[in-house]
C-alpha cells in the first residue's frame, strides 16, 4: 500500500506540473505570436522544426533509461555510477548532435538564403547539451521515485522562458531591431531558461541522491514494482546488474526511444523543409480563393506567412488538451506496469478501462465546444485580424476532427510500453509518419488545398496511429469498448450544446465577446458535469475479487 500511495503521489506532482508547464506555454505563444506577427512567427517555428530531430535523438531516450537503471540500483551506491556513465554516454551524445546541428544549420541557411538558420542554429546548439544534463538528473531522482525535482524543474525552465522570452521580445522592437532581432531574443531564451533548469537540477542532485549515496545502504531488488517502474524491460535488473551497468545496456535502451521521436521530428522537418516551397510556387490569387477571398495585407513571404499562422495560432490552440491528456499516461505508466509485469488481467482490464474512460470524456466535450467556438477563441486570444482568424479557424476546424485521437496517443504509447512493446510503437509511428509526409507533399501542391493539407494529414495521421494502437492493445487483453468509451460523452457532449444554443439565443447574446465566451464555457461544462453525475459513465466499478 505505501508503494502504491507513492506512486500515486508521484503521478499527481507530474499531472499538476504538467498542467502548470502547458498552461505557461500558451500563455507564452499567445503573446509571442501577436509580437512577431505571422511571417516571423513562420521563420521561428522553421528554425525549430530544423532544431528538432537533433535534439529529439539526443534527448529523448535519457529519462526512461537513466530512470530503469537508477531504480533497479536504489538505496545503493551504482546510482554513483548510473550517473557517471549516463554523463559519459548522453552528455558525449548531445555535444555531437548540437555540432552537427550548427554545421546543418549554416547548409539550410545557404539554401534558403536566409541568415536566421545559421544563427539560429548557434544560439540553439547549447540547449541540446544542457538538455540532456537535465534529463540524467530528471532520470536519477524519478528511479530514486522522488518526481519533484522534475515538476519544480519543468515549471522554473517554462516560467524562465516565458519571462524572458516575451521581455527579449519586446526591448528588441523597442531598441528598433525587427525581424531577426526579435526572432534571436526569443530563441536566446530557450538556451538561458535551459541553463538555469540545468543548474537548479545539477544541484538538487548532488544535494538528494549523492549525499544518500554516502550512506551505503543495500540494493532493494524483490519489489516488482521497482523493477518495471518507468520503462521496463523483459530483463529484470537484479543487485549484480545494477553494479555492473554499462553503457551498451544504456544505449541498447534509449536508443529504440530517441529513433521513435525522431521519426516525429523528421517528419515535422519535412513539412516545413520540402511542403512549404511547394505552397511558394502557388499564385497568391489561388490561396486568396481557397480562403474565401481573404485578404493577407503585409504577408510579404506568403508561405512562412500560412506556416506562422499555423504553428503560432492553430497548434497552440489545438496541442493544448493532447499535452495536458499525455499527463495522464505518465501517472498511469507504474500501475500498468506492475499490471503487465504481474500477468494480472484483471488489473490490467480495470486500469486501461478507466484511463480510457476519463480521456474519453475530457477530450470528446473540450473538443466539440472548441470547434463550434474556434472563431472567438482564436479572435480572443490572437486578436481581430480578419485573414489569419479565417485561415486559421478553417484550419483548426479540420484539425479537430482528429482531436480525441491525439488525445489517446500518448495513453495508448505508455500501455504498449508498460508491456515492453517500444518496438511495436516505433512501428506504428514509422508508418503514420511515412504517410502523413506523402500525403503533405501530394496535397500542399494543389492550389485549393494549399497549407490545408497539414492539417488534413495530421488528422489521418491520428487515426492510423489510433486504430492500430486500439488493435494491438485488444491483443494485450486491456480494455477498450469503442461504443461504451465514446457513446456517452459524445451523447452528453451534444447534448450541452443543445442547452447551450438555447441559452446564447436568448440570455448571452447581449454580453461582450470575451464574457459571452466564458459563460458559454462555465454552461456547457455545468450541463455535462450534470449528466456525468446523473448517467455515472465516467464511473468504472471495481471487479470482484480483486486487490486494486
Not at 540494493?219 to 551498451?248: C, D, F, H, Q, W
Not at 486501461?352 to 474512460?357: D, K
Not at 491525439?406 to 506504428?428: D, K, M
Request: glycine content about 6%; aromatic content about 12%; some cysteine.
Amino acid at each position: 500500500m505505501k508503494k502504491e500511495n507513492s506512486l500515486l503521489k508521484a503521478g499527481v506532482v507530474l499531472v499538476v506540473s504538467g498542467f502548470i508547464v502547458k498552461l505557461l506555454g500558451a500563455l507564452y505563444r499567445i503573446p509571442l505570436t501577436r509580437m512577431l506577427g505571422a511571417a516571423q512567427m513562420g521563420r521561428y517555428s522553421a528554425l525549430f522544426s530544423l532544431f528538432m530531430p537533433f535534439f529529439s535523438f539526443a534527448t529523448a531516450g535519457i529519462v526512461p533509461c537513466t530512470a530503469h537503471f537508477s531504480a533497479a540500483a536504489r538505496g545503493s551506491k551504482a546510482v554513483a555510477s548510473v550517473g557517471s556513465k549516463s554523463a559519459l554516454l548522453y552528455i558525449f551524445q548531445s555535444s555531437v548532435m548540437a555540432v552537427c546541428f550548427v554545421c546543418f544549420g549554416c547548409f539550410y541557411s545557404y539554401i534558403q538564403s536566409d541568415s536566421i538558420f545559421f544563427t539560429g542554429s548557434i544560439i540553439l546548439a547549447p540547449a541540446i547539451v544542457l538538455a540532456a544534463a537535465e534529463n540524467i538528473c530528471k532520470g536519477l531522482t524519478q528511479g530514486q521515485m522522488d518526481m519533484l525535482p522534475t515538476a519544480v524543474s519543468n515549471v522554473l525552465e517554462s516560467t524562465a522562458k516565458t519571462v524572458l522570452g516575451l521581455s527579449g521580445v519586446y526591448f528588441a522592437a523597442q531598441l528598433g531591431k525587427q525581424g531577426d532581432g526579435m526572432v534571436k531574443a526569443a530563441l536566446g531564451a530557450v538556451t538561458v531558461a535551459g541553463f538555469i533548469c540545468c543548474a537548479f537540477l545539477l544541484f538538487t542532485v548532488r544535494k538528494k541522491i549523492c549525499n544518500k549515496m554516502a550512506a551505503g545502504s543495500t540494493v532493494s531488488t524483490g519489489n516488482v514494482l521497482e523493477k518495471v517502474y518507468i520503462l521496463p524491460s523483459e530483463t529484470i535488473i537484479g543487485e549484480k546488474t545494477a553494479k555492473t551497468v554499462s553503457v551498451r545496456q544504456m544505449l541498447g535502451m534509449s536508443f529504440p526511444i530517441a529513433v521513435s521521436a525522431l521519426v516525429i521530428s523528421l517528419s515535422a522537418f519535412f513539412d516545413t523543409a520540402v511542403c512549404i516551397p511547394r505552397i511558394d510556387g502557388i499564385p497568391y490569387s489561388d490561396i486568396v480563393k481557397s480562403f474565401e477571398g481573404a485578404s493577407f495585407k503585409n504577408a510579404e513571404n506568403m508561405p512562412m506567412y500560412l506556416l506562422g499562422i499555423y504553428q503560432g495560432m492553430v497548434l497552440t490552440v489545438f496541442n493544448l488538451l493532447p499535452a495536458v491528456l499525455s499527463y495522464i499516461g505518465t501517472a498511469s505508466l507504474p500501475v500498468i506496469s506492475r499490471a503487465a509485469a504481474a500477468e494480472d488481467k484483471t488489473q490490467l482490464k480495470w486500469h486501461t478501462a478507466r484511463i480510457f474512460t476519463v480521456t474519453a470524456s475530457v477530450s470528446v466535450p473540450v473538443t466539440v465546444f472548441i470547434y463550434f467556438f474556434r472563431y472567438d477563441i482564436l479572435q480572443m486570444l490572437f486578436g481581430t485580424n480578419a485573414a489569419q482568424t479565417q485561415v486559421s479557424a478553417k484550419l483548426l476546424g479540420i484539425l479537430l476532427w482528429g482531436s480525441v485521437f491525439c488525445c489517446f496517443t500518448s495513453v495508448f504509447n505508455s500501455v504498449l510500453y508498460a508491456a515492453g512493446r517500444s518496438a511495436l510503437v516505433f512501428r506504428i509511428l514509422l508508418l503514420a509518419s511515412a504517410v502523413k509526409c506523402m500525403l503533405n507533399y501530394i496535397l500542399c501542391g494543389i492550389p485549393q488545398i494549399n497549407i490545408k493539407a497539414f492539417a488534413v494529414s495530421a488528422c489521418i495521421f491520428n487515426t492510423i496511429i489510433f486504430v492500430l494502437s486500439v488493435i494491438n492493445i485488444k491483443k494485450l487483453g486491456a480494455a477498450f469498448s469503442f461504443g461504451k468509451i465514446f457513446f456517452m460523452p459524445c451523447a452528453a457532449a451534444a447534448l450541452s450544446m443543445g442547452v447551450l444554443w438555447l441559452v446564447n439565443d436568448s440570455a448571452l447574446c447581449f454580453l461582450p465577446p470575451v464574457l459571452k465566451l466564458a459563460f458559454s464555457a462555465a454552461i456547457f461544462a455545468l450541463v455535462y458535469f450534470l449528466i456525468a453525475i446523473i448517467t455515472g459513465f465516467m464511473l468504472i466499478s471495481v471487479p470482484e475479487n480483486s486487490n486494486i
